[in-house]
């Protein structure tokens, strides 16, 4: 498997980011504080945001629509 580095300045990779997120951040400083990390040039923040998204549209059940009748 392939890590992607999502921070460089605190060596965050897509692992590390999906282990907060299944562990309960739901933001990206959140993700950053589980690493006991804060941001500092903040380029990673939207990639992070992103993989909580996917992360929480994955997790959410969807709702069924059924036809009246």
């Known amino acids: 498997m ?7 300045c605190n060596r965050i990779n897509c692992r590390s980011v999906r282990e907060a997120v299944e562990s309960g951040a739901r933001s990206p400083n959140a993700v950053q504080s589980h690493h006991g990390c804060k941001f ?12 909580i998204s996917e992360h929480m549209d994955r997790c959410v059940p969807q709702m069924q629509i059924l036809a009246a009748e």
């Open 2 to 8: 392939v890590l992607m580095i999502i921070c460089v």
């Open 40 to 51: 500092n040039c903040g380029k990673c923040s939207t990639m992070i945001g992103d993989m």
